[in-house]
């Protein structure tokens, strides 16, 4: 059919996150989420401003804005809830959620506290949340 050598272009971030899926060892590949994560997190670290997690949360929501990925803080009887309506990755969220997983611990980085991921898009929901700890 005309479908016959054409070529699907993929990107490098698709062709590394195979590579991160495909080690087997889940403490291996929790720690190089982990390392990959820090990185990301020394990159935006001068964006997250001010010694209140209030402030830090702001801070957050404008960061990501920038990486055209909206997120609402939701305020819940104890601590702020952060909804993400959109998925940065939806290509390698669809494989699997490590990707989710690192963008909690990027998250938890930038804020300095535990974050969870409570619900995922790949469950079927509309959006991820992101429950403070």
């Known amino acids: ?9 993929r990107g490098p971030a698709v062709v ?3 590579e991160v899926r495909r080690i ?14 820090k990185r990301m997190a020394g990159l935006y670290a001068d964006k997250i401003e001010g010694p209140t997690l209030q402030q830090k949360l702001d801070s957050l929501t404008e960061l990501f804005a920038e990486r055209r990925l909206p997120l609402d803080i939701l305020q819940s009887d104890s601590l702020p809830v ?5 998925c940065p990755y ?36 509309t959006s991820c949340t992101f429950e403070l700890n």
């Not at 087997?24 to 994560?37: N, S, T, V, W, Y």
């Not at 952060?82 to 959109?86: E, G, I, Q, S, V």
């Not at 669809?94 to 469950?123: H, K, N, P, W, Y």
């Open 24 to 37: 087997d060892d889940p403490e291996i590949r929790k720690g190089l989420l982990q390392r990959i994560a």
């Open 82 to 86: 952060l909804k993400a309506t959109a």
């Open 1 to 9: 059919g005309p479908e016959k050598g054409r070529i699907e272009f």
């Open 90 to 125: 939806p290509d390698l969220a669809d494989q699997d959620r490590s990707i989710c997983a690192m963008e909690s611990m990027l998250i938890s980085e930038l804020l300095g506290t535990e974050v969870r991921l409570a619900s995922c898009r790949q469950e079927g929901e």
């Open 16 to 18: 590394l996150w195979e």
